[in-house]
């Protein structure tokens, strides 16, 4: 399986992407193939709506790093979310490289997919992630991708309080076993 993996966190060793780290493993681990999209590390403008992609072939306008994932995106069989819940949603970073999916809408809304949402949070109660998890299914919904699993985070301020969790062996077990 070609696995598209899109982090949405500024921290390189925070605890989202020790979740990502993990799911990564498992999947290696089980033979798939792995590109990983660090969103800190990219230049990602948002979208600007100006809908020169729906004249343009599905082209965007804008030429930055999103060049790099163009293709694989299409070409991926799982696209894996990883985000720390801010503000009860998915990050920013990570957002704008969602958003900026509607240049090739009709592409990913025609190739089936599978996804995951890796997620991790401060707040120990699990409402906290209910509205990222909405969100996640609706996306899913709207491309027509399959959710094939969810590692949700509670309590997780930080590196040391997630390392402390077994939602790091979670993330490797899912990664294992996806099909
Ligand atoms: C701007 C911002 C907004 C946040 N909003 C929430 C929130 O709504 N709920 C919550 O439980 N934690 C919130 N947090 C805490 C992070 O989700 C938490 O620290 C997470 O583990 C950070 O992940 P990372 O290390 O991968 O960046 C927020 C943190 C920041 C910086």
């Known amino acids: 399986m070609n696995i ?8 390189k060793k925070g605890t989202s992407s020790l979740l990502a780290d993990n799911f990564i493993a498992g ?13 800190i590390f990219q230049v990602t403008q948002p979208c600007l709506a100006c809908n020169y992609c729906r004249k343009n072939n599905h082209k965007c306008i804008q030429e930055d790093d999103m060049e790099l994932i163009w293709d694989k995106l299409i070409a991926a069989d799982m696209v894996v979310f ?33 996804a995951v949402l890796l997620a991790t949070c401060g707040d ?10 909405a ?15 969810q590692v949700l985070a509670i309590g997780v301020y930080d590196r040391a ?11 490797r077990t899912l990664g294992k076993h996806i099909h």
Not at 27 to 39: I, N, P, Q, S, Y
Request: one cysteine or more; glycine letters at 4%; charged letters at 25%.
């Open 82 to 114: 990883v985000t720390p819940v801010y503000y009860f949603g998915m990050s920013a970073q990570l957002k704008k490289v969602i958003d900026r999916f509607f240049a090739i809408n009709d592409i990913l809304r025609s190739k089936p997919k599978k």
């Open 135 to 149: 969100h996640y299914k609706a996306i899913c919904k709207y491309l027509h991708w399959e959710d094939a699993g």
């Open 124 to 133: 120990n109660e699990a409402w906290a992630m209910e509205p990222l998890v």
């Open 161 to 171: 309080a997630i390392e402390a969790t077994q939602y790091p062996e979670q993330a």
């Open 27 to 39: 999947a290696l681990e089980a033979g798939h193939e792995v590109f990983r999209f660090d969103t």
């Open 4 to 11: 598209l993996v899109i982090t949405g966190s500024p921290h």
